[in-house]
């Protein structure tokens, strides 16, 4: 079974930049989260989908992140304009439904500079 | 508000020795699940296990083994003859009902990097 798919794996970028991330969930999870983990740290919640509709995006800086899952599939997460706080990986993960065990991708090394 | 903490930022270990790596957590739920997660230099988090808060049997699968104690709120991890692939930042997580919303929220701890040396 195909795990987690993510693109690109890396990405750099100078401040005010747009950049977009790109994930497949493993085929028949309903649900698809999004986290970003700084360094040294814990990957934090960014957003997650039930099907296509968000379920929880309370961490989400609304003013310059968005993501959309528009067919239940996969997602795309933007951000718009970067600012060099954004640095990152961002993780991608997904569960049949919540809340069951969430598998990872690999995840995209995100630089701005 | 839930928690997790994972007291130890570092480990250094010889190969073959055990190490045990802690977590300690805060929930006001009774109904919750704790994971553990190994990510190694790549960087994908690698799922290990997973026990919901109604079953306190420890568990082993091979080499590793955890131990789940509801009563101090804990749910340790140990590596037995550590090898050199077990290095890796490993992250204990918990996941119960996010107040206020209607989902359930995984929440990590900062992790601990275990180095085993050969």
């Known amino acids: 079974e195909a795990g987690v798919a993510q693109s690109p794996r890396y990405k750099i970028i100078e401040k005010r930049q747009s950049v977009a991330f790109w994930c497949n969930p493993i085929?028949?999870?309903?649900?698809l989260y999004w986290y970003q983990q700084i360094l040294g740290q814990g990957p934090k919640l960014l957003i997650q989908?039930?099907?296509?509709?968000?379920?929880?995006d309370s961490q989400l800086p609304k003013d310059r992140f968005s993501a959309e899952r528009l067919k239940g599939v996969d997602s795309t997460l933007k951000i718009q304009p970067a600012k060099l706080e954004d640095s990152a990986v961002y993780l991608c993960?997904?569960?049949?439904?919540?809340?069951?065990?969430?598998?990872f991708g690999p995840g995209t090394r995100l630089l701005v500079l | 508000a839930q928690k997790v903490t994972q007291a130890q930022t570092e480990i250094s270990v010889v190969e073959k020795e055990d190490v045990t790596l802690d977590c300690v957590y805060e929930?006001?739920?009774?109904?919750?699940?704790l994971f553990w997660y190994k990510q190694p230099p790549s960087g994908e988090l690698v799922f290990l296990i997973r026990?919901?808060?109604?079953?306190?049997q420890n568990e082993i699968s091979g080499r590793y083994s955890w131990n789940f104690q509801k009563s101090t709120s804990s749910f340790n991890f140990t590596i037995t003859a550590s090898q050199v692939v077990d290095s890796a930042v490993y992250f204990c997580?918990?996941?119960?009902?996010?107040?206020?919303?209607?989902?359930?929220?995984?929440?990590f701890g900062k992790g601990t990097l275990l180095t085993v040396n050969p």
């Open positions: 993960a997904s569960s049949p439904h919540d809340p069951e065990t969430q598998y």
């Open positions: 085929s028949g999870h309903a649900t």
């Open positions: 989908f039930q099907n296509n509709g968000v379920v929880d």
């Open positions: 929930t006001r739920d009774t109904t919750y699940y």
């Open positions: 026990r919901n808060s109604f079953d306190e």
């Open positions: 997580a918990l996941s119960d009902f996010n107040s206020g919303g209607s989902n359930y929220k995984l929440t």
